[in-house]
């Protein structure tokens, strides 16, 4: 579709999400922190108030109209994503708390696969929650914690990793789309380089499942992981995607309730899976919901999504660079819309505590990701970031704000 | 006292009807501030911050009042630093103590204090809050 038919098109998605239509500061709220998190549309919405109003009942226990009524919807968000990941089987899907709930599941029940002197591998781009969990489990275990270097233009040294990753790599873990700066990494290259050295690959998708679509047949990783939040669903809830006979092999994470086959004074067993790792009450209203979210980008389509975001994202590049002594971090065709940018001499806090009182929402800041700032000589930067409902006005209005801001503190 | 430069500040900050003007005298108030040298903002006078930085340093003055300087590397969070400055600065330990702050809300630019970690002003707070219980015990020890 042409862009503009696309622009028509995407135009009517904002009246969808009722947050948006506010105004903080008495100004209409333009609403750049969705790699932080998106809005939620009506539908999802809905779908919370109408399972407490109607349908909540603690899933796969009672024996009662109510409990097997929400199970059954609950289920359903599962299989959902099943066909939205091309899982093979919808028990590889499992549900928690977030991705960062997801990297300290793998790096527990990944835990005896590692060895002294084995090496498990980052990249200097990663978000905390995918860097620290595999530090801390490379100390816990004497085992050599590596990463691959990001290049000053925002893209891994993918040379480094060719001649660096061999045998000895036990896990290799990275995320799809940096946080951070927006870049779409070339994570097929590096899952064929750590695949082939034998390692367990972990890709988090928290950044991309909203841009793109996801087929974790043709990544061939071993686990893919992220946030419903990311993609217009409810906080909360994480999606862990894992080869079954891993799943299978690997030990359970949390002990308790749900996750148990039989139970008694001498010893226990475990459940099947997905429910080996999902002990306890789990975010049902959360996972119930997220079937709206995920319909939700299906009908609009990832591929226009990504398309119109990036046409915004180019639009307020351009834009952007007008302004003096800019810096535009990954000025790069691979990317997602996310805009990370400083003003030489002007603090980063400084722009955004300003765009905020024009009613213009952005991150400052590390993005919790202080290795990346750290090798772009730095300590963080202004993040503006564009989902499928902003628009063209939507970077006017942040460009003008931030020209005043500019202007306030030169 | 401390009351008293809380009134002044919110005075002051009455006049200030568009919030552009706000915090233009917010920026103006951070550039004219003495603030801290280069030498002296290292970590251990570092209170705290996640997004911006903010440098503290208090001393027990001979007089029996509390000499504060401080600093930060964002201008809007150091005009900030130089208002929270100039309502505890030469104050006794005792009247820090036993002081109500409540010019930021009032002025409309942090609206809860102690909920604003972000930018480093409630860890300053409460960083010459310690300071002066330390001051107080010393002056009573005498």
Redesign the interface.
């Given at each position: 579709m042409d862009n503009d038919t696309l622009q028509h098109k995407m135009r009517e998605l904002k009246t969808q999400f009722p947050a948006l239509n506010q105004t903080v500061y008495g100004r209409p709220l333009v609403y750049l922190d969705n790699a932080a998190t998106t809005q939620k549309p009506q539908r999802v919405i809905d779908s919370i108030s109408e399972y407490y109003s109607k349908w909540n009942a603690n899933i796969h226990r009672g024996a009662h109209y109510l409990a097997n009524a929400s199970t059954e919807k609950f289920e359903a968000t599962r299989s959902a994503l099943a066909e939205m990941l091309h899982a093979n089987f919808r028990e590889e899907i499992i549900f928690n708390q977030g991705s960062t709930d997801s990297v300290n599941m793998l790096s527990t029940i990944l835990e005896n696969e590692v060895e002294e002197g084995d090496e498990i591998w980052v990249t200097e781009m990663e978000h905390h929650s995918n860097f620290v969990p595999w530090q801390m489990l490379a100390l816990k275990k004497k085992a050599h914690f590596r990463y691959i270097p990001m290049l000053p233009s925002g893209e891994w040294d993918l040379d480094y990793a060719k001649n660096e990753i061999t045998d000895r790599a036990k896990i290799v873990a990275f995320n799809w789309v940096s946080n951070a700066l927006g870049t779409v990494n070339p994570i097929e290259e590096l899952i064929r380089l750590a695949k082939s050295a034998g390692a367990y690959v972990v890709v988090d998708g928290a950044q991309a499942v909203a841009h793109f679509d996801i087929n974790v047949q043709t990544l061939n990783c071993d686990f893919f992981l992220f946030s419903a939040h990311k993609m217009y669903g409810p906080t909360g809830l994480g999606v862990l995607w894992g080869k079954k006979e891993l799943l299978e092999k690997l030990p359970p994470y949390r002990y308790g309730g749900e996750m148990i086959k039989k139970v008694s004074v001498t010893g226990t067993t475990f459940n099947v899976l997905p429910f080996k790792y999902e002990s306890g009450t789990p975010n049902i209203e959360a996972v119930i919901a997220f079937n709206e979210s995920i319909s939700f980008c299906k009908e609009v389509g990832r591929e226009n999504m990504h398309a119109h975001e990036y046409f915004l994202l180019k639009t307020a590049t351009e834009r952007l660079k007008e302004i003096e002594r800019m810096t535009v971090y990954a000025d790069i065709p691979n990317k997602v819309g996310v805009l990370s940018f400083n003003v030489e001499d002007i603090h980063s806090a400084d722009i955004g505590t300003l765009l905020d009182q024009q009613g213009i929402a952005v991150r400052t800041g590390h993005h919790c990701t202080q290795p990346l700032w750290e090798k772009l000589g730095t300590t963080g930067s202004v993040r503006a970031s564009f989902a499928c409902y902003n628009t063209v006005e939507d970077v006017e209005l942040f460009i003008a704000a931030l020209n005043k801001s500019v202007n306030m503190l030169r | 006292m401390i009351e008293q430069k809380q009134q002044e500040i919110i005075e002051e900050f009455a006049f200030f009807e568009e919030?552009?003007h706000k915090?233009?005298h917010i920026?103006e108030l951070g550039k004219e501030m003495k603030g801290l040298t280069e030498e002296e903002k290292k970590d251990d006078l570092l209170v705290a911050g996640?997004?911006?930085k903010v440098w503290l340093k208090a001393s027990l003055e001979e007089n029996g009042t509390v000499k504060i300087e401080a600093d930060s590397?964002?201008?809007?969070?150091r005009g900030l630093v130089a208002l929270v400055v100039s309502v505890f600065n030469h104050e006794t330990p005792h009247e820090i103590l036993n002081a109500n702050i409540h010019f930021m809300n009032d002025i409309g630019l942090v609206s809860n204090l102690s909920q604003t970690r972000?930018?480093g002003l409630a860890a300053m707070v409460k960083q010459i809050l310690l300071y002066a219980t330390v001051f107080q015990a010393q002056q009573k020890s005498n």
């Open positions: - | 919030w552009m915090y233009e920026i996640c997004q911006s590397d964002a201008i809007i969070t972000s930018n």
